[in-house]
Protein backbone atom coordinates (compact mmCIF):
# COMPACT_ATOMS: atom_id res chain seq x y z
CA UNK A 1 0.00 0.00 0.00
CA UNK A 2 1.20 3.06 -1.00
CA UNK A 3 0.12 5.26 2.31
CA UNK A 4 1.29 9.11 1.09
CA UNK A 5 -1.48 8.30 -2.18
CA UNK A 6 -4.03 6.39 0.62
CA UNK A 7 -3.44 9.60 2.82
CA UNK A 8 -4.07 11.76 0.12
CA UNK A 9 -7.24 10.01 -1.46
CA UNK A 10 -8.95 9.77 2.03
CA UNK A 11 -8.76 13.19 2.85
CA UNK A 12 -10.07 14.12 -0.52
CA UNK A 13 -12.86 11.93 -0.75
CA UNK A 14 -13.64 13.38 3.23
CA UNK A 15 -13.90 16.40 1.90
CA UNK A 16 -15.74 16.19 -1.29
CA UNK A 17 -18.03 13.77 0.89
CA UNK A 18 -18.53 16.66 3.73
CA UNK A 19 -19.27 19.10 1.13
CA UNK A 20 -22.14 17.07 0.19
CA UNK A 21 -23.36 16.19 3.45
CA UNK A 22 -23.59 20.11 4.61
CA UNK A 23 -24.94 20.72 0.78
CA UNK A 24 -27.87 19.13 2.26
CA UNK A 25 -27.74 19.85 5.80
CA UNK A 26 -28.31 23.67 4.72
CA UNK A 27 -31.37 22.60 2.74
CA UNK A 28 -34.78 23.35 4.48
CA UNK A 29 -35.80 19.41 4.72
CA UNK A 30 -34.37 16.26 3.87
CA UNK A 31 -35.90 12.43 4.33
CA UNK A 32 -35.13 10.40 6.99
CA UNK A 33 -35.50 6.75 6.18
CA UNK A 34 -35.42 4.03 8.65
CA UNK A 35 -32.65 0.73 8.09
CA UNK A 36 -33.20 -3.00 8.88
CA UNK A 37 -31.93 -2.22 12.06
CA UNK A 38 -34.03 0.53 13.25
CA UNK A 39 -31.58 3.20 12.56
CA UNK A 40 -32.23 6.15 10.86
CA UNK A 41 -30.57 6.97 7.15
CA UNK A 42 -30.86 10.25 5.06
CA UNK A 43 -29.48 11.13 1.35
CA UNK A 44 -26.72 12.82 2.81
CA UNK A 45 -25.30 9.81 4.30
CA UNK A 46 -25.77 7.89 0.83
CA UNK A 47 -25.02 10.92 -1.37
CA UNK A 48 -21.57 10.43 0.67
CA UNK A 49 -21.11 6.90 0.65
CA UNK A 50 -21.28 7.05 -3.23
CA UNK A 51 -18.53 9.83 -3.77
CA UNK A 52 -16.20 7.82 -0.51
CA UNK A 53 -17.08 4.63 -2.32
CA UNK A 54 -16.47 5.25 -5.99
CA UNK A 55 -13.29 6.67 -5.32
CA UNK A 56 -11.58 4.14 -3.25
CA UNK A 57 -12.51 1.58 -5.28
CA UNK A 58 -10.79 3.75 -8.66
CA UNK A 59 -8.32 4.54 -6.32
CA UNK A 60 -7.88 0.76 -4.77
CA UNK A 61 -9.65 -1.73 -6.78
CA UNK A 62 -7.73 -4.25 -5.23
CA UNK A 63 -7.96 -3.49 -1.61
CA UNK A 64 -11.59 -5.22 0.16
CA UNK A 65 -14.06 -2.20 0.67
CA UNK A 66 -16.60 -2.58 3.71
CA UNK A 67 -19.02 0.35 4.10
CA UNK A 68 -22.12 1.24 6.15
CA UNK A 69 -24.19 1.76 3.49
CA UNK A 70 -23.46 -1.20 1.24
CA UNK A 71 -24.95 -4.33 3.26
CA UNK A 72 -23.68 -6.50 0.58
CA UNK A 73 -19.65 -5.57 1.53
CA UNK A 74 -20.70 -6.75 4.84
CA UNK A 75 -20.37 -10.41 4.40
CA UNK A 76 -16.96 -9.63 3.15
CA UNK A 77 -14.10 -11.32 4.87
CA UNK A 78 -10.50 -10.59 5.92
CA UNK A 79 -8.37 -8.70 7.62
CA UNK A 80 -7.01 -6.14 5.71
CA UNK A 81 -9.75 -3.63 4.24
CA UNK A 82 -10.65 -0.05 3.76
CA UNK A 83 -13.44 0.61 6.07
CA UNK A 84 -15.75 3.64 5.54
CA UNK A 85 -18.93 5.28 7.73
CA UNK A 86 -19.75 7.93 5.17
CA UNK A 87 -21.66 10.01 7.88
CA UNK A 88 -21.11 8.89 11.75
CA UNK A 89 -23.59 10.52 13.93
CA UNK A 90 -26.55 10.88 11.50
CA UNK A 91 -28.83 11.44 14.61
CA UNK A 92 -26.70 14.45 15.33
CA UNK A 93 -27.13 15.64 11.77
CA UNK A 94 -30.58 14.73 11.69
CA UNK A 95 -31.55 17.28 14.95
CA UNK A 96 -28.64 19.28 13.71
CA UNK A 97 -26.20 19.31 16.76
CA UNK A 98 -23.31 19.60 14.42
CA UNK A 99 -21.14 16.96 15.83
CA UNK A 100 -20.87 14.10 13.00
CA UNK A 101 -18.28 12.82 11.11
CA UNK A 102 -16.61 11.28 7.99
CA UNK A 103 -14.92 8.15 8.45
CA UNK A 104 -12.44 6.37 6.28
CA UNK A 105 -10.00 4.02 7.30
CA UNK A 106 -7.55 1.41 6.61
CA UNK A 107 -7.45 -1.68 8.41
CA UNK A 108 -4.16 -4.13 8.13
CA UNK A 109 -3.97 -7.34 10.09
CA UNK A 110 -6.82 -6.86 11.94
CA UNK A 111 -5.29 -3.00 13.08
CA UNK A 112 -6.60 0.36 11.90
CA UNK A 113 -3.13 1.83 11.01
CA UNK A 114 -4.67 4.81 8.68
CA UNK A 115 -7.74 6.86 9.23
CA UNK A 116 -9.15 10.32 8.55
CA UNK A 117 -11.77 11.84 10.63
CA UNK A 118 -13.54 14.61 9.03
CA UNK A 119 -16.46 17.11 11.07
CA UNK A 120 -17.54 19.24 8.39
CA UNK A 121 -19.82 21.25 10.53
CA UNK A 122 -17.15 21.39 13.60
CA UNK A 123 -14.43 22.47 10.85
CA UNK A 124 -12.13 20.19 12.27
CA UNK A 125 -10.02 16.63 10.45
CA UNK A 126 -7.92 14.61 11.96
CA UNK A 127 -5.69 12.35 9.95
CA UNK A 128 -2.81 10.18 9.91
CA UNK A 129 0.07 10.99 7.65
CA UNK A 130 1.99 8.30 5.98
CA UNK A 131 4.58 7.43 8.58
CA UNK A 132 1.08 6.42 10.65
CA UNK A 133 1.39 9.64 13.32
CA UNK A 134 -1.93 11.63 13.22
CA UNK A 135 -2.58 15.03 12.48
CA UNK A 136 -5.27 17.93 12.86
CA UNK A 137 -5.43 19.90 9.77
CA UNK A 138 -6.75 23.97 9.91
CA UNK A 139 -7.96 26.26 7.41
CA UNK A 140 -10.13 25.90 4.76
CA UNK A 141 -9.88 22.17 3.84
CA UNK A 142 -8.99 22.92 -0.16
CA UNK A 143 -9.59 19.36 -1.53
CA UNK A 144 -6.35 19.10 -3.92
CA UNK A 145 -3.54 20.35 -1.18
CA UNK A 146 -2.91 19.70 2.24
CA UNK A 147 -3.23 22.85 4.52
CA UNK A 148 -1.71 23.78 7.89
CA UNK A 149 -1.21 20.23 10.03
CA UNK A 150 -0.16 20.80 13.71
CA UNK A 151 1.08 17.22 15.03
CA UNK A 152 -1.62 15.77 18.06
CA UNK A 153 -0.52 13.59 20.67
CA UNK A 154 -2.18 12.09 24.02
CA UNK A 155 -2.74 13.70 27.58
CA UNK A 156 -0.76 12.54 30.52
CA UNK A 157 -3.61 12.07 32.53
CA UNK A 158 -3.28 13.11 36.23
CA UNK A 159 -5.70 9.65 37.65
CA UNK A 160 -6.85 12.08 40.27
CA UNK A 161 -8.49 14.14 37.92
CA UNK A 162 -10.22 12.92 34.79
CA UNK A 163 -11.21 14.05 31.91
CA UNK A 164 -13.83 11.83 30.36
CA UNK A 165 -15.59 12.22 27.40
CA UNK A 166 -19.37 9.96 26.47
CA UNK A 167 -21.23 10.18 24.07
CA UNK A 168 -24.28 12.45 23.43
CA UNK A 169 -26.80 10.16 21.77
CA UNK A 170 -26.17 6.83 23.69
CA UNK A 171 -25.21 7.27 27.49
CA UNK A 172 -26.90 4.93 29.72
CA UNK A 173 -26.77 4.05 33.34
CA UNK A 174 -24.14 1.41 32.41
CA UNK A 175 -21.80 3.88 31.33
CA UNK A 176 -22.30 6.21 34.13
CA UNK A 177 -21.45 2.93 36.46
CA UNK A 178 -18.32 2.17 34.92
CA UNK A 179 -17.36 6.38 34.88
CA UNK A 180 -17.98 6.50 38.55
CA UNK A 181 -14.97 4.09 39.74
CA UNK A 182 -12.50 7.04 38.32
CA UNK A 183 -11.52 10.38 39.93
CA UNK A 184 -13.35 12.46 37.05
CA UNK A 185 -12.27 16.06 37.43
CA UNK A 186 -14.73 16.71 34.36
CA UNK A 187 -17.05 15.60 31.65
CA UNK A 188 -17.59 16.46 27.99
CA UNK A 189 -19.93 14.99 25.21
CA UNK A 190 -19.94 14.46 21.67
CA UNK A 191 -20.89 12.43 18.90
CA UNK A 192 -19.80 10.57 16.90
CA UNK A 193 -15.94 9.81 16.70
CA UNK A 194 -15.44 12.89 17.16
CA UNK A 195 -15.03 11.27 20.67
CA UNK A 196 -11.38 9.44 20.00
CA UNK A 197 -10.32 12.46 18.27
CA UNK A 198 -10.46 14.65 21.76
CA UNK A 199 -8.35 11.84 23.22
CA UNK A 200 -6.04 12.22 20.52
CA UNK A 201 -5.65 16.42 21.10
CA UNK A 202 -4.99 15.78 25.00
CA UNK A 203 -8.79 17.51 25.14
CA UNK A 204 -9.78 14.52 27.21
CA UNK A 205 -8.43 11.12 28.80
CA UNK A 206 -11.08 8.23 28.52
CA UNK A 207 -13.99 7.51 26.43
CA UNK A 208 -15.67 4.00 27.54
CA UNK A 209 -18.29 2.74 25.36
CA UNK A 210 -20.99 0.34 26.87
CA UNK A 211 -22.87 -0.27 23.99
CA UNK A 212 -23.56 -1.60 20.28
CA UNK A 213 -20.83 -0.01 17.39
CA UNK A 214 -20.04 -1.51 14.16
CA UNK A 215 -16.11 -1.57 13.24
CA UNK A 216 -17.05 1.64 10.31
CA UNK A 217 -17.86 3.02 13.44
CA UNK A 218 -14.76 2.97 15.43
CA UNK A 219 -11.93 2.45 12.98
CA UNK A 220 -11.03 5.90 11.71
CA UNK A 221 -11.13 7.35 14.88
CA UNK A 222 -8.78 4.59 16.60
CA UNK A 223 -6.30 4.65 13.74
CA UNK A 224 -6.04 8.75 14.13
CA UNK A 225 -5.88 7.73 18.23
CA UNK A 226 -3.22 5.15 17.80
CA UNK A 227 -1.02 7.93 15.97
CA UNK A 228 -1.53 10.07 19.02
CA UNK A 229 -0.18 8.04 20.99
CA UNK A 230 -3.41 6.51 22.66
CA UNK A 231 -5.16 2.84 22.35
CA UNK A 232 -8.65 1.32 22.28
CA UNK A 233 -9.09 -1.94 24.08
CA UNK A 234 -11.97 -4.75 24.65
CA UNK A 235 -14.24 -3.78 27.96
CA UNK A 236 -14.16 -7.07 29.34
CA UNK A 237 -10.62 -7.96 29.66
CA UNK A 238 -8.38 -4.78 28.34
CA UNK A 239 -7.20 -6.45 25.27
CA UNK A 240 -6.32 -5.01 22.01
CA UNK A 241 -9.90 -4.27 19.54
CA UNK A 242 -9.23 -5.99 16.63
CA UNK A 243 -11.09 -5.71 13.35
CA UNK A 244 -12.13 -7.87 10.96
CA UNK A 245 -14.34 -9.84 13.48
CA UNK A 246 -17.61 -11.50 12.42
CA UNK A 247 -20.34 -9.22 10.89
CA UNK A 248 -18.01 -6.23 11.92
CA UNK A 249 -19.78 -5.86 15.24
CA UNK A 250 -17.79 -4.58 17.99
CA UNK A 251 -17.56 -5.92 21.74
CA UNK A 252 -17.98 -2.74 24.36
CA UNK A 253 -14.62 -0.87 24.10
CA UNK A 254 -12.11 1.67 26.14
CA UNK A 255 -10.48 4.61 24.33
CA UNK A 256 -8.05 5.90 26.24
CA UNK A 257 -4.41 7.40 26.77
CA UNK A 258 -1.91 5.03 27.93
CA UNK A 259 -1.46 7.11 31.60
CA UNK A 260 -4.67 6.35 32.64
CA UNK A 261 -5.30 3.87 35.08
CA UNK A 262 -7.66 1.41 33.65
CA UNK A 263 -10.90 -0.23 35.82
CA UNK A 264 -12.06 -3.67 35.64
CA UNK A 265 -15.36 -4.05 34.46
Known amino acids: MDYEQLVTV?????????????????????????KSDESPVTIADEAADQIISDGLRAAFPDVMLVTEEQSATHSASGDTFLIVDPLDGTKEFINRRGDFTVNIALVEGGVPTRGVVYAPARSRMFFTLADGSSVEETGDFPKDSRGPVQPITVSKPDNAALMVVASKSHRDEATDDYIA?????????????????????GEADLYPRVGRTMEWDTAAGHAVLTGAGGAVVRFDDLTPLTYGKADFANPFFIAHAPGVDLKAS
Open 181 to 201: KYNVRDMKSAGSSLKFCLIAT
Open 10 to 34: MRRLSIEAGDKIMEIYGSDDFEVKT
